[in-house]
């Protein structure tokens, strides 16, 4: 009877597991991300869908801070939160929306143009600063309070002013322009293929997605190096915060991209197989190395004791 009795608790228990855990995730999948996401996110979401094909995925892009905000202020589900900046996430969401932080991408500034725009045959990472304050070049950059591309390019003036020994300089651009600053760094990318615009601050990668040309910057400028994260920190800048009339004060750092499920994600099981598929180096991150922002994984956490243990290994403690 005993016997009888362990065997079918365990037929049960057998059941219950491969009906939840095993079970082939389906139904609708909502994915908030950076718009500097929006190339390599598009890739891997088509080929997860291949891979499971009873689940539709929707993604929405956005500057990260807005991402973040849709969740916290919004109300608006989403099972899926990727930022361009992991503190957004560490910053307006834990731990209120949402528990733990994987840090898996990273990217550089750079100066952005095309081969129409004015002084494009000059310019070079010793004098884009001169380029961009002459009287007839239009530059353009993403809003601060919404985007970490915004806050990025002020820092990357900051510390240009620093490296270049040019007192002012960055006074002098963050004023110059301010009329063509939009919600997130991709939006430029129609006023410079039009010509309204001559230049961006934008990230790498979203130049090369789109086979735009650039001006690497110095590595004491770009936000790049981890090496180089207390040189950064050297510059900063104030952006909105968590409440209403509150700011917080951004300090440079080099560059790091974080995801998370948050907490009210309506399809959790879908999150997680795409969480999996995202974070594996022959996957979601052999897509983000193609598009130019190279893995980060696995990187130190500070909410490793919050990831769910199927993550686990995409972090550090």
């Not at 081969?115 to 993403?142: C, E, M, P, Q, Y």
């Not at 002013?161 to 009329?179: C, D, F, I, P, V």
């Amino acid at each position: 009877m005993k016997v009888r009795m362990m065997f079918s608790l365990f037929t049960a228990l057998f059941f219950l597991f491969s009906n939840s855990a095993w079970a082939e995730p389906s139904g609708k999948l909502v994915i908030f991300h950076a718009g500097s996401l929006s190339v390599p996110f598009k890739d891997i979401s088509a080929a997860f869908m291949k891979k499971y094909p009873k689940v539709k995925v929707y993604r929405e892009a956005a500057g990260s801070r807005t991402c973040a905000r849709k969740i916290t202020d919004l109300d608006r589900g989403a099972d899926i939160m990727a930022s361009a900046d992991y503190t957004v996430i560490n910053k307006l969401m834990i731990p209120e929306f949402a528990s733990w932080n994987i840090r898996f991408a990273s990217n550089e500034m750079a100066i952005v143009f095309h081969h129409a725009s004015k002084g494009s045959n000059d310019i070079s990472n010793t004098n884009w600063h001169k380029v961009l304050l002459r009287k007839d070049v239009i530059f353009g950059r993403s809003n601060p309070n919404a985007d970490p591309c915004g806050y990025r390019a002020v820092l990357t003036m900051q510390l240009a002013e620093k490296y270049y020994g040019q007192r002012g300089l960055a006074k002098k651009m963050t004023s110059k322009n301010r009329n063509y600053i939009r919600p997130k760094e991709t939006d430029l990318l129609a006023l410079l293929e039009s010509s309204a615009i001559d230049y961006i601050f934008l990230y790498r990668s979203v130049a090369e997605q789109h086979g735009l040309d650039f001006v690497l910057l110095p590595d004491e400028v770009n936000l790049k190096r981890p090496e180089l994260a207390q040189y950064y920190k050297s510059a900063s800048v104030k952006i909105s915060g968590k409440k209403p009339g509150s700011t917080i004060t951004k300090r440079g750092a080099p560059m790091v991209y974080g995801v998370t499920i948050p907490k009210n994600s309506p399809n959790p099981e879908a999150a997680m197989a795409f969480m999996q598929f995202l974070l594996d180096e022959n996957k979601g991150m052999a897509v983000m190395k193609k598009n130019g922002q190279p893995s980060m994984i696995p990187a130190k956490s500070n909410t490793y004791s919050k990831i769910p243990y199927q993550l686990k290994k995409y972090a550090l403690q």
